[in-house]
Each structure stands twice: as C-alpha cells, then as structure tokens.
C-alpha cells in the first residue's frame, strides 16, 4: 500500500528486560500519566468489561507517541479506546495497555474551491460535529446523527445509517502507523471503506492508530430523504423550501430516540453497543432455504440487492423469525424493548451473560437458516 509519511518518530527504545513489565508501577512521564487496574466498563456504552491493566488518556499525539513507547519498552499489548460505544470488553478486562484518544480540538472549515474541508481530531465527540456542519447548513453526514462515539471512531467500521455513510465525505485519515513507526495519512481509496467494513478492521486491524479525519462536503449538496424513515418522518413537510440538513439532524436524532438507538442518560435500553449484528450478505440461493423453513413466499424475505449474484439480508427480521424479539430476556443480558439488533445490559450483566445470548442467536438463526451472524462490536 502505497503511504504519505507525515514526519517520522524516534525508534522505540530497546525492550526492558523479560518479565519487568511485571513489577510495572503507575508513572508520570513528562507528559503522560499511566494508571494502573482502570475499570474500563465506564468507559463502554455497554457498561460492561473488566479493568486495563494499565491506562493512558491522550490529548496530543505527542502523549500518543509517548504512550506507544511505553507499550513498547514494557512489551504490552496496545488497545485503542474511542468512545466505547462499539465494544464489548471482556470481564477479565484488558492485560495491556489501554489508549484513550481524547484529542478534541476545535473544529476549523477550510474553505477547498466549491468544496468545504473540516479536519477533525480523533478524541472529538462524533455527534457534535454531525451538528455543527449541519447549523453551518451543509449536507453530507445529516443522517449519521446521534451515533454516538468519537470522530477517530468513525472510518474504523466506515459507521453509517439511514443511507448515508462516513467513506461519502472521508478524504484522508491521519495515523500513528504502530509497524511503520510513523504518522501517516491514508487517502480515501487506501481505507477500502465497504459496508462496516475498512482496512482498520480487517486487513489492518490493530495497527494505525486514528489521530485526524478530514471531511469533504459540497455546500451545493441537499439532504437525501430517500431512506423509509426519513420519508415518513418529512411526509407531512410544510414548508415551501425543503428539510435542511438540521432539519434532518433533529429528525435523525428523534427517530434513533423511539429506536433506543440514541444514548440518553437513564433510559435502560441505553446500555447497548448499537446493532450487535451486521446484517448477512447471502448468496440469492439462500431466499429459497428461508422461505422452506419459514413456510412463506420468498418473495415475503425483505432483502436488497448487493454483490452480483448476493442479496443483503435485515439481520433484526432474521432475529424474530428465529424467536429473538423486542424485549427478550437471557439472565441479565436481553433484547432491546425497542431495537431487535440492540443486545443490552439489563443491570450487573457480565459480558459472559451477553456472549451467552450471542451465541443462543446465532446458534439458532445458523441451524434454521443456515445463515452465520457477524458481530459488530469489538472485543479486545
Ligand atoms: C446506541 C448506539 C447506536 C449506534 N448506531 C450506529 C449506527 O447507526 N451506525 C454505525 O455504524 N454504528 C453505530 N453504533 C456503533 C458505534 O457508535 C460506532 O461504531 C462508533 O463509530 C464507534 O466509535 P467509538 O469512538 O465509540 O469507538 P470504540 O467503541 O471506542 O472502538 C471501536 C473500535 O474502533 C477502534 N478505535 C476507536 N478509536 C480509534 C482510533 N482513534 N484509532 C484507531 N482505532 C480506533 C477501537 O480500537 C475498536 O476496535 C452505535 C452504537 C450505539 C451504542
């Protein structure tokens, strides 16, 4: 893959001595503070997971590089923490290090000819700046409301809702590479951005940590109201000129909420990751097996196109038939009474209750359907 370095870093320093990393101590470098034993389950949307065995908040790649040499001098595995809103973290929690980007500066447009460029650091709040492009009237990330999570977050699974996608406006993203020892800065096509798919999360999992991301918007664009939702929420429109992208953001953002697809503080269908699955993509033959076991037309399966000879499957419709509905209950894990792809913790679940009731899903919709669910969160 061809890669722009942005300026290189010293080498790591040369590693400690084998088994030092055990007797590590809570440090304070000249600039960084590593804790040790941090509960990460505050850290998660699920509000599950075990402790980092040692923790370090960045705000400036400068802390990053000096947080990357820690790890490595100690040889501790790296984990990257955005937002949690995409993880499940194991009860045993993280023996590494944990990373958390919290590089938030301010948000700056420049203006590019026709277009507007914001470059974005990693650590800001994905939402809030949903919102401030769409006060400033541009279109282009309206419909990815409300998703909650960090900036630097948002390539890593190429985050998208309601028929639009980050890869739409995503130019370049700004890395630490951790094998190449440099920052670096990925251009769109260098990502492979698919559906909930980038080479952050396949190819190259785990090694460029995401310090920038720069967006591209064309002010002469205009909402796209074409998902269902969308359609029905604007249908009664009154207005002589049409939805500006806030209109779609408070719209977005109003239909997550009746969803339980939007973290609002106290509501229990809240302590969720999203969608625990992706929806399949199938070979067409697939419809056919479906429609035997189900006993209906297959002409009843919702599905849309997708690659040649492949159909793309709604992994909540295939969650019900299989018996998994709203509302469902496994120990203190369970179905969100208002989401069927939402797993949530009902209160002091473990992640072990939410993996028992993954795979009680999966096993079924596998041995009715044939059909094998990924997972959408992460888990380190
Ligand atoms: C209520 C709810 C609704 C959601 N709705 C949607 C939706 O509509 N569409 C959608 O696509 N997703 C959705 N999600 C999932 C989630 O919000 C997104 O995937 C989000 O972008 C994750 O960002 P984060 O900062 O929280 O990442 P985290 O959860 O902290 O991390 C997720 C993964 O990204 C990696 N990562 C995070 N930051 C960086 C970085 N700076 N550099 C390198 N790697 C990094 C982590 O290592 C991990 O592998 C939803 C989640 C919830 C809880």
Redesign the pocket.
Known sequence: MAISPDCTVSPPAAPVEPGCCCNLKPVETSIIRIQEQVPLAPYT?LRIGGPARYFCEVTSEAMLLEAVDYARRNSLRI?????????LIGDQGFDGLVIH?AIDEAIAPAPDGAFINYTVT?GSE?DAFVLHVCEQGISGVECLAG????V???P??N???YGQEVAGTITAVRTFDLEANIFVTLLHDQCHFAY?HSI??TTHRNR???TAVTFRFDPSARPNLNYADLERHFADWSHTSPPAPLDVYHAVRAIRHRKG???VEGEAD?R????FFKNPVVPASALSRIADNLQIPATEIPHWPASEGHVKLPAAWLLEKAGFIKGFTLGHAGISSRHTLALVNRGHATAADILALRDAIRHEVQSRFGIQLEQEP?QP
């Open positions: 949307t984990f990257v923490l955005g937002g949690g809103s995409n993880l980007i990693a994905w998703i909650p999570g960090s630097g977050g948002t890593v699974q985050v998208g809702a909930r952050f999360n460029y940590i995401v697809m939007l973290i809240c969720s990751a999203g969608s992460v």
